[in-house]
């Protein structure tokens, strides 16, 4: 067991040798020694950061996507991120290059380059933990808070995908799933970027665009209406989710519409029908569920029953 940084050694075999996808922009990346990246641009950039502490078998995937997503919603094309990484004192150097292994594949799927960043040993974690701060470009930030009143709320593939995916990794000895069930849940990390939605809905006519992540989809259309000053109606029959999503949500009982969501884009538009058919044609699943209203945020059931929205946990930490 050991706490602190790794040594010069250490830190090139398992992190710094581990980076090869590359960038133009990047004046000066990862290199021993240098506390900072350069990059040159010119425009609008962007700049976000999420940290991973959910125990997870693909951490440094992960933790590219969730903290590229935030600049890919706000209508950007990310091109640099700085990832850290705290492991706990009973991990061995190998163990933080399976992390970056990990990171570095799904930077070079999305042509990001790792500039940068932190490893280190410490007892103050019982697990291994991943922070990314992604810095993008864009012509033109997207917010999430201007959507207009009578747009129609749009999201991308099923909600619940990451929640369950994490779910299903810790407790599939306790759910009672069949294999097939299990390899599903764990083929949902597969879709939790929204890079190519993001691209198309950017260059759409969209009023907002938002990352479903904690809190799940109730979650964040409670966050765009709080901040922009609007209501709406979520028509919960008409939210996606998958039948294993369901199913796992069921039998542990907790709420799919307030879970982890990753990879679920939410987008209001005036032109939801064109923007579906664009997605469509991209082979995106993308489904029509709700309007901007001028009120507070309602789950509306099947039944007609209205649900009062607000910001609150993600149903990951009561599992």
């Not at 999503?245 to 939410?266: E, F, M, P, Q, R």
């Not at 901007?292 to 649900?307: M, R």
């Amino acid at each position: 067991m050991r706490q602190g940084k790794l040594s010069s050694s250490e830190l090139k075999k398992n992190v710094l040798e581990v980076i090869k996808h590359r960038r133009p922009e990047i004046i000066s990346g990862a290199a021993l020694g240098e506390d900072c990246a350069e990059f040159s641009g010119s425009g609008k950039f962007l700049i976000s950061t999420d940290p991973i502490t959910g125990k997870t078998a693909n951490l440094g995937s992960l933790a590219i996507k969730v903290a590229s997503n935030d600049v890919i919603a706000s209508g950007g094309e990310p091109f640099l991120a700085m990832l850290t990484i705290i492991a706990p004192i009973t991990a061995k150097p190998s163990d933080i290059k399976i992390v970056m292994e990990d990171a570095e594949a799904e930077a070079a799927k999305m042509n990001l380059e790792i500039a940068g960043g932190h490893t280190e040993f410490s007892d103050s974690v019982n697990r291994m933990i991943a922070s990314c701060t992604v810095i993008g470009k864009t012509n033109k930030h997207i917010t999430a808070t201007n959507p207009k009143i009578g747009d129609s709320i749009v999201v991308t593939k099923d909600v619940g995908l990451e929640g369950i995916n994490i779910i299903v990794e810790n407790l599939s000895d306790e759910l009672g799933l069949s294999i097939e069930e299990i390899e599903e849940a764990k083929n949902y990390s597969n879709s939790l970027s929204i890079l190519e939605e993001g691209r198309i809905c950017r260059d759409f006519n969209v009023g907002s665009m938002h990352d479903i992540t904690e809190g799940g989809i109730f979650g964040a259309i409670s966050e765009v209406c709080e901040g922009a000053g609007v209501g709406a109606e979520l028509y919960v029959e008409k939210i996606p989710v998958t039948k294993l999503s369901k199913k796992v949500a069921d039998k542990i009982g907790i709420d799919i519409y307030k879970l982890l969501s990753s990879g679920s884009l939410l987008v209001t538009t005036s032109s939801p029908s064109e923007l579906i058919e664009l997605l469509s044609k991209a082979k995106i699943k993308a489904t029509e569920v709700g309007v901007i209203t001028g009120k507070l945020p309602y789950a509306v059931y099947s039944n007609g029953t209205k649900k009062l929205l607000k910001v609150c946990p993600d149903e990951l930490f009561n599992v």
